[in-house]
């Protein structure tokens, strides 16, 4: 006969096996990305060209990588996968020589002959000594090229590399929640301009954060506090972040959702501000919590926010779909 605590503990070893089993289902990683369930991995078509550095650093704004094929099992299903969706005959892929000439290696230094490495007849050939970069032809085939040509690529991120901010609903672990404003929120301190600071926060499915109470000021600028920002390099000006609102077009200042700043709910200025006029159209927030325009071109701090959206199931909804 069994005893109470004898089934306890099977209970529990087999509530433990079947969430382990349940975790295996959660393959969501992001809305533009497709998951591969033969290769246990998640990708991206990027549909606009760009060069093989801007590629590798547009992977890696996504919480992903360049992908380069690991087996010809991985490349095969990749490629059929992208014959089936896109027409580019070719796409740059996360191998390059640009260490050591002629020494090609992955993104992460792996040598290319332990990975994928179906070069192309008379490939890699460095023709006229400037192909430092690797593309994947449609055909399976590898070539070296320009590092400066602009092709389309593929981002990878891999199953097992995966973790979760259940809090933010959303893969990015530097996201932090604020429970009375129902939003996350992240202090960038890698300094960029206002338009790469949009695109840094759109890459992480967030946007440059717009203040609408003065509760969520008085967080930002807590946030801001806390941030780690001595010792930063690449500034061009301090004592300020920038925050999603402008007047680019000269039409008045309005958030980058185009609502008018005066219906945001916080539109207080500091003192004498706004004062650059036509040279100033960018919005940002001083340390203190008061608004201020500036050059839209300078590199400084920035704040992303993240919108929950449907957080009762929006995990259910997304991240636990069952793959078929």
Same mark, same amino acid.
């Given at each position: 006969?069994?005893?109470?605590?004898?089934?306890?503990?099977?209970?529990?070893?087999?509530?433990?096996?079947?969430?382990?089993?349940?975790?295996?289902?959660?393959?969501?990683?992001?809305?533009?990305?497709?998951?591969?369930?033969?290769?246990?991995?998640?990708?991206?078509?990027?549909?606009?060209?760009?060069?093989?550095?801007?590629?590798?650093?547009?992977?890696?704004?996504?919480?992903?990588?360049?992908?380069?094929?690991?087996?010809?099992?991985?490349?095969?299903?990749?490629?059929?996968?992208?014959?089936?969706?896109?027409?580019?005959?070719?796409?740059?892929?996360?191998?390059?020589?640009?260490?050591?000439?002629?020494?090609?290696?992955?993104?992460?230094?792996?040598?290319?002959?332990?990975?994928?490495?179906?070069?192309?007849?008379?490939?890699?050939?460095?023709? %006229?000594?400037? #192909?430092? !970069?690797?593309?994947?032809?449609?055909? +399976?085939? &590898? $070539? /070296?090229?320009? @590092?400066?040509? =602009?092709?389309?690529?593929?981002?990878?991120?891999?199953?097992?590399?995966?973790?979760?901010?259940?809090?933010?609903?959303?893969?990015?672990?530097?996201?932090?929640?604020?429970?009375?404003?129902?939003?996350?929120?992240?202090?960038?301190?890698?300094?960029?301009?206002?338009?790469?600071?949009?695109?840094?926060?759109?890459?992480?499915?967030?946007?440059?954060?717009?203040?609408?109470?003065?509760?969520?000021?008085?967080?930002?600028?807590?946030?801001?506090?806390?941030?780690?920002?001595?010792?930063?390099?690449?500034?061009?000006?301090?004592?300020?972040?920038?925050?999603?609102?402008?007047?680019?077009?000269?039409?008045?200042?309005?958030?980058?959702?185009?609502?008018?700043?005066?219906?945001?709910?916080?539109?207080?200025?500091?003192?004498?501000?706004?004062?650059? %006029?036509?040279? #100033?159209? !960018?919005?940002?927030?001083?340390?203190? +919590?008061? &608004? $201020? /325009?500036?050059? @839209?071109?300078? =590199?400084?701090?920035?704040?992303?926010?993240?919108?929950?959206?449907?957080?009762?199931?929006?995990?259910?909804?997304?991240?636990?779909?069952?793959?078929?």
């Amino acid at each position: 006969m069994i005893g109470t605590k004898c089934v306890s503990i099977l209970f529990l070893v087999l509530l433990t096996f079947l969430e382990a089993n349940a975790q295996l289902s959660k393959r969501f990683f992001r809305k533009d990305y497709t998951y591969l369930i033969t290769t246990e991995a998640f990708y991206k078509i990027h549909t606009v060209h760009r060069t093989w550095a801007e590629a590798k650093q547009r992977c890696e704004m996504e919480g992903a990588s360049l992908f380069y094929a690991e087996t010809d099992d991985e490349a095969n299903d990749v490629i059929s996968w992208w014959n089936q969706t896109q027409p580019f005959y070719w796409v740059y892929v996360g191998i390059s020589d640009l260490l050591a000439q002629e020494v090609y290696e992955t993104i992460d230094g792996r040598p290319v002959l332990d990975v994928y490495s179906n070069w192309g007849p008379g490939e890699p050939n460095n023709a %006229g000594g400037v #192909e430092d !970069c690797v593309i994947l032809r449609r055909d +399976g085939t &590898l $070539n /070296d090229d320009r @590092c400066d040509k =602009k092709y389309p690529f593929i981002c990878k991120k891999s199953l097992n590399t995966l973790q979760w901010n259940n809090e933010c609903d959303m893969p990015n672990q530097d996201y932090v929640y604020n429970d009375a404003l129902g939003r996350c929120y992240k202090f960038h301190t890698d300094p960029k301009n206002w338009t790469e600071a949009i695109t840094y926060c759109s890459a992480e499915q967030s946007y440059l954060a717009i203040i609408n109470s003065q509760v969520e000021d008085d967080y930002l600028v807590k946030l801001t506090e806390d941030a780690k920002k001595d010792g930063v390099s690449g500034l061009s000006l301090i004592g300020a972040v920038y925050l999603g609102f402008h007047n680019v077009d000269g039409t008045g200042w309005k958030t980058i959702k185009g609502t008018p700043l005066e219906d945001t709910g916080y539109p207080k200025w500091g003192n004498q501000q706004p004062d650059g %006029g036509t040279n #100033e159209t !960018c919005g940002s927030m001083f340390y203190t +919590g008061q &608004l $201020n /325009d500036v050059s @839209c071109h300078h =590199k400084m701090f920035y704040i992303c926010e993240h919108d929950i959206k449907n957080l009762s199931g929006a995990i259910d909804e997304r991240f636990n779909q069952l793959i078929e």
